[in-house]
């Protein structure tokens, strides 16, 4: 079946370090491949996404390339900020299919 | 920017009671979904419903569990009768036929006592 995998948190960093949130993906076909962030008390918001092999997502200094050679979507941010803490989902939608499948989540801390 | 919105956004009920989460997709968008995460968990996919019909369900949403559109703007999720592994948080999300990305609502917290 489908699914993703992603790196255990939580994920503590000062601020201005480098990020990077491992996650790889099962799936058949070519799954459409997602980040969303949840921040304290919100609900999900896409941060990225990618349709298709070595599409590269980003959004507000974030980043993540679709990779279908290790199958895998990690999150990148060279500098973080302390308005960054959240966690992030990655996640995967299935062409002609119709639910998202979710990795566990992956909580951030920045720190000043 | 169009919007998600969900209610109640905290609804607390004792267990058996039957409950009802509304959720208002974005107008043009005609795939619904619902959503759980139980605290600090991950996020797990209950339904999926598109031409009126649940399109996809998983194990989870059993015949506790049943959806509906009731009109032409408001999707609903009720549990029958709630148990107290049914606390969570709820969200409806929505996509158009265009479009792989799901837009998610806020959420409904429920909690069973």
């Known amino acids: 079946g489908n699914s993703v995998t992603q790196m255990e948190g939580p994920v503590t960093l000062s601020e201005e370090a480098f990020l990077t949130i491992n996650c790889t993906y099962t799936?058949?076909?070519?799954?459409?491949l997602f980040w969303y962030v949840q921040y304290p008390g919100e609900g999900l918001q896409l941060l990225l996404k990618?349709?298709?092999?070595?599409d590269k997502g980003s959004n507000k200094g974030f980043e993540a390339t679709y990779r279908k050679e290790t199958t895998s979507f990690h999150l990148e941010k060279g500098s973080v900020q302390v308005s960054d803490s959240a966690v992030y989902f990655c996640?995967?939608?299935?062409?002609?299919?119709?639910?998202?499948?979710f990795g566990a989540g992956t909580r951030l801390t920045v720190k000043p | 920017e169009p919007e998600v919105t969900q209610t109640p956004s905290h609804q607390v009920t004792q267990m058996g009671q039957e409950v009802i989460l509304r959720c208002v997709p974005i107008?043009?968008?005609?795939?619904f979904y619902w959503y759980r995460q139980i605290l600090g968990q991950k996020v797990e996919f209950l339904v999926s419903?598109?031409?009126?019909?649940?399109?996809?369900k998983s194990e989870i949403f059993d015949d506790q569990f049943s959806v509906e559109r009731p009109d032409g703007s408001n999707f609903t999720l009720k549990i029958r009768s709630t148990k107290l592994e049914d606390s969570a948080m709820y969200f409806c999300?929505?996509?158009?036929?265009?479009?792989?990305?799901?837009?998610f609502g806020a959420g409904s917290r429920l909690t069973v006592l």
């Open positions: 799936a058949t076909g070519y799954p459409s």
């Open positions: 990618a349709t298709k092999a070595d």
């Open positions: 999300a929505s996509r158009d036929s265009g479009a792989n990305v799901l837009t």
């Open positions: 419903f598109y031409n009126n019909e649940i399109s996809e």
């Open positions: 107008s043009n968008h005609l795939y």
């Open positions: 996640a995967l939608i299935r062409y002609n299919n119709n639910d998202m499948r």
